[in-house]
């Protein structure tokens, strides 16, 4: 069906690079989930009422949430793709991320309300008359449930948006409260003890606590974006590689990234470069790199150059002893930057420390460790200046 509506909406559908494509595909998402909650919400509604149901008018509710959170989403890609202005040079595409955290709360407070809803219920049980059509009806909402679900995550994972997987989460959620109430209404069908009084309401409280774990879930992963995680996209790892395909680039390190919406990508790099290059010719290199990084991949690249000197044989036997010797202390230890400033009773070795957030071992005990290690067998003290570093990028 997506395919098909994606073909009939859509110029160009296949191109979800496209800030005007993948804007499309937002809207396609939200009208879709607009005009399925729309009858989702009529037809449990009705049948809620009639059946005296406080868990099927409960969930007809959480529809109704369902279709705000579709025009919400609607509203917010078409906010989103504003272009850059004077207020925001960096553009406007995060706003997508803080639609996602309104659909989240909103997701959360009505699990809140039903759950009160639903407490109430069983202090004050109410006979609940399902009939066989609750329980079609119960069956149709199950499956648009889980159509609405695999719409959102399939469009989600197609233009990479944790809005809309928020959506599909919300969908899913929903099922799963439906289901229970299905099962709720052929207990209460086909079985008349008293005790099924109060069965509506143990569902209430039991659809309640699924909306609202999938709320707080949303909430951590909407938010997540907001607060600046690491930048994990796959095309990074292709910036990363390309630009070691160059001819003259030795290494790069202090790759960092900052999101500014699903495409809308800042990154700035050091790269290592000879330095016996001229430096006309290394600054028309990262020129190259940096031009041919904006076209292909969309991403605004600042290169710094870093020379470094691989003529010096004392500095590479130096570098590599350094290398070994943090791998002693810890595997995951890397260095980068590395440079000798010689002189007569000692010599000082400048560079930068990697260390990753989950390393228990403080800086003063790798320093410390360091030193000792690497002056072992050296005939001149070998003095340490380091700066520790912390991974931007997973």
């Not at 009422?49 to 509710?61: N, P, R």
């Not at 600054?283 to 076209?295: C, F, G, Q, T, Y």
Request: charged residues 20%.
């Amino acid at each position: 069906m997506l395919k098909i509506l994606r073909k009939i909406f859509i110029k160009n559908y296949d191109d979800v690079n496209n800030p005007i494509v993948r804007e499309s595909h937002g809207k396609l998402a939200a009208g879709f989930g607009i005009f399925s909650n729309t009858i989702l919400v009529a037809i449990k509604l009705i049948f809620g009422i009639i059946a005296k149901s406080i868990s099927m008018i409960g969930d007809s509710i959480n529809n109704l949430s369902d279709g705000a959170n579709s025009l919400i989403t609607l509203i917010g890609f078409k906010m989103s793709s504003k272009p850059a202005d004077k207020e925001h040079p960096f553009g406007h595409q995060r706003i997508e991320y803080i639609t996602g955290l309104i659909v989240s709360i909103i997701v959360v407070a009505l699990a809140i309300i039903l759950g009160y809803q639903s407490v109430d219920k069983i202090i004050n049980p109410v006979v609940t008359e399902y009939s066989i059509v609750s329980i079609i009806i119960l069956s149709i909402a199950i499956l648009l449930k889980i159509i609405q679900a695999l719409f959102n995550f399939k469009v989600a994972k197609l233009i990479n948006s944790v809005t809309i997987k928020a959506v599909g989460v919300d969908s899913l959620s929903d099922t799963i409260a439906t289901s229970l109430l299905l099962i709720s209404a052929i207990i209460c069908y086909f079985v008349h003890d008293p005790w099924t009084m109060y069965i509506d309401g143990v569902m209430g409280i039991v659809v309640a606590i699924f909306v609202g774990y999938s709320g707080i879930k949303m909430i951590k992963e909407t938010s997540s974006p907001l607060i600046g995680e690491a930048t994990q996209i796959e095309s990074i790892k292709s910036i990363i590689n390309e630009i070691h395909s160059y001819e003259g680039v030795l290494d790069i390190h202090d790759l960092v990234a900052h999101n500014y919406g699903p495409n809308k990508i800042f990154m700035t790099v050091h790269v290592e470069i000879d330095s016996r290059t001229p430096i006309l010719e290394a600054h028309d290199l990262v020129d190259s790199i940096e031009n041919d990084i904006r076209k292909k991949y969309d991403v605004e690249l600042t290169i710094h150059m870093d020379p470094v000197d691989i003529s010096n044989p004392e500095v590479i036997r130096l570098k590599q002893k350094a290398i070994d010797c943090l791998h002693q202390i810890d595997q995951s230890l890397k260095l980068h930057d590395f440079r000798m400033v010689s002189g007569i009773s000692h010599s000082n070795l400048v560079f930068d420390v990697l260390i990753p957030f989950d390393l228990k071992i403080d800086e003063k005990t790798i320093y410390n460790k360091l030193t000792e290690l690497i002056n072992v067998d050296e005939k001149v003290e070998l003095r340490l200046v380091i700066n520790f570093d912390r991974p931007f990028m997973e």
